[in-house]
T-cell receptor
Framework: QKEVEQDPGPLSVPEGAIVSLNCTYS??????FMWYRQYSRKGPELLMY????GNKEDGRFTAQVDKSSKYISLFIRDSQPSDSATYLC?????????????FGKGTHLIIQP | ETGVTQTPRHLVMGMTNKKSLKCEQH?????MYWYKQSAKKPLELMFV???????ENNSVPSRFSPECPNSSHLFLHLHTLQPEDSALYLC??????????????FGPGTRLLVL
């Protein structure tokens, strides 16, 4: 079983819709959870960062972590065409920054105008 | 320049060539990383340098050779590559890798094609 599972999509939704992106993981040592956004021909950029379980909101974006289910989500409200990109979940264990991050494959999101 | 820069942005090389990828971070960070991103696969961590010392070599073939002359610069030397090495090579940096959940900042990547 892979460490981090993420549906690669593509996921296509109309502008203004609520988008839900998800990852599941198997390593219970993961404590830090991130979402990166990657536009075509660009490097990933950090979008959201969450420690342990709970919710975090930043503008139109909400990140949720459920450690008991080993499941994380990213919600995008009022989606815009500019949100079209690949969204990568990433995670690391406590004090595990030196090992780098463990990534999902990324979900390719398309927001239709 | 700000953030993390990488050169070249695109590279085509034959299997017998030798080339180098360069990464520079302007963030004052202490750790630098090389990742490989292939189509339909997760980012794969290749190497980690912390304060110029290599702390991780993630079972990477010897045809990839990293070099970190100082905490701001990172190189990836390539020789006798295979076509399956074609991918996007991403460099990242972070402030303190000993802290949990370090945020990593990525460069734009070098798109490599091996013929």
């Amino acid at each position: 079983q892979k460490e981090v599972e993420q549906d690669p999509g593509p996921l296509s939704v109309p502008e203004g819709a609520i988008v839900s992106l998800n990852c599941t993981y198997s390593n219970s040592a993961f404590q830090y959870f991130m979402w990166y956004r990657q536009y075509s021909r660009k490097g990933p950029e950090l979008l959201m960062y969450t420690y342990s379980s709970g919710n975090k909101e930043d503008g139109r974006f909400t990140a949720q972590v459920d450690k008991s289910s080993k499941y994380i989500s990213l919600f995008i409200r009022d989606s815009q065409p500019s949100d079209s990109a690949t969204y990568l979940c990433a995670m690391s264990a406590a004090g595990g920054g030196a090992d780098g991050l463990t990534f999902g494959k990324g979900t390719h999101l398309i927001i239709q105008p | 320049e700000t953030g993390v820069t990488q050169t070249p942005r695109h590279l085509v090389m034959g299997m017998t060539n030798k080339k180098s990828l360069k990464c520079e971070q302007h963030l004052g960070h202490n750790a630098m990383y090389w990742y490989k991103q292939s189509a339909k696969k997760p980012l794969e961590l290749m190497f980690v340098y912390n304060f110029k010392e290599q702390t991780e070599n993630n079972s990477v073939p010897s045809r990839f050779s990293p070099e970190c002359p100082n905490s701001s610069h990172l190189f990836l030397h390539l020789h006798t590559l295979q076509p399956e090495d074609s991918a996007l090579y991403l460099c990242a940096s972070s402030q303190d890798p000993s802290a949990g959940g370090e945020t990593q900042y990525f460069g734009p990547g070098t798109r490599l094609l091996v013929l």
